[in-house]
């Protein structure tokens, strides 16, 4: 079954209030195995030198919209800038299925060095949770914000960072991205195409993984934006892939 988890992890964008603000707007359709085409992820980003917001909407559809009942989902990261890059201070999550609706609200204090996560979930317009915690772990990036830092923190070829980011509190925050080698990148070609400017792998953990760990292949372009992605062999159904079409 498709989660948002594979979905979720390249994403982007918006804002109206910015003064002087470039806007770039990126989109992907996704595909997974036997079920083709399951769904598109619009993302813009707007910015400037001292603020950006990254607005995400992940639609599904066919057979997959099908078995998550109409499943709709919207990310929306806001921050500030530093040193050209985006640092998260907060990051709101909002699941719609049915007549049910869940929100992930994560607010970051950076003096204090700990974020506080908030979920509310309604059913039928009825709020019926309401829950706050502080989170065991802090990080100046979301799930949005990691993958667009990635460009200017990621450098160096045959190297591994360990990166952390907010929205992966079952495995407290921790990323861990490699980056291939020239004697290693052929096998990453192989999945993604031969015209990126730099590939990378991206370890995460999920239950939707047959080995309850899956390693997402990454293709970056020259604009630094991510180019295609792919998770080898999720279950039964083949992979899960991204790919983009603006």
């Known amino acids: 079954m498709i989660r948002k988890s594979l979905l979720i992890s390249l994403l982007f964008m918006i804002s109206t209030t910015f003064v002087m603000a470039k806007t770039t707007q990126i989109n992907y359709k996704a595909t997974f195995g036997i079920f083709g085409k399951v769904g598109t992820i619009k993302n813009r980003l707007t910015q400037n030198k001292k603020t950006y ?23 929306v990261s806001k921050g ?21 609706k869940t ?9 204090k060095k700990n974020v506080t996560k908030r979920v509310r979930k309604w059913k039928k317009g009825k709020l019926v949770e309401d829950k706050k915690e502080i989170l065991n772990f802090y990080a100046k990036d979301d799930l949005l914000t990691l993958y667009f830092n990635m460009n ?34 052929s096998s ?16 995460i953990v999920q239950k939707n993984f047959k080995k309850k760990k899956g390693d997402i292949l990454l ?10 992605a792919v998770i080898k062999d999720v279950l039964m159904f083949g992979d899960a892939k991204l790919i983009r079409t603006k």
């Open 152 to 185: 200017s923190v990621i450098k160096d070829k045959g190297k591994t960072y360990m990166l952390k980011a907010v929205g992966l509190e079952k495995q407290k925050g921790k990323v861990k991205i490699t980056v291939p080698n020239d004697s290693q990148v």
């Open 188 to 203: 990453y070609k192989k999945d993604l195409g031969s015209s990126a400017d730099w590939y990378a792998k991206a370890l």
């Open 53 to 75: 917001e990254i607005d995400t909407t992940v639609k599904l559809a066919g057979l997959a919209k099908m078995l998550m009942g109409g499943q709709t989902e919207h990310y």
């Open 80 to 100: 500030h800038m530093k040193n050209g890059l985006m640092i998260c201070d907060t990051y709101v999550m909002t699941t719609k299925k049915k007549k049910k």
């Open 103 to 111: 929100i992930k609200e994560y607010s970051v204090n950076h003096k």
């Open 219 to 228: 293709s970056v372009a020259k604009d630094g934006f991510i180019k295609k």
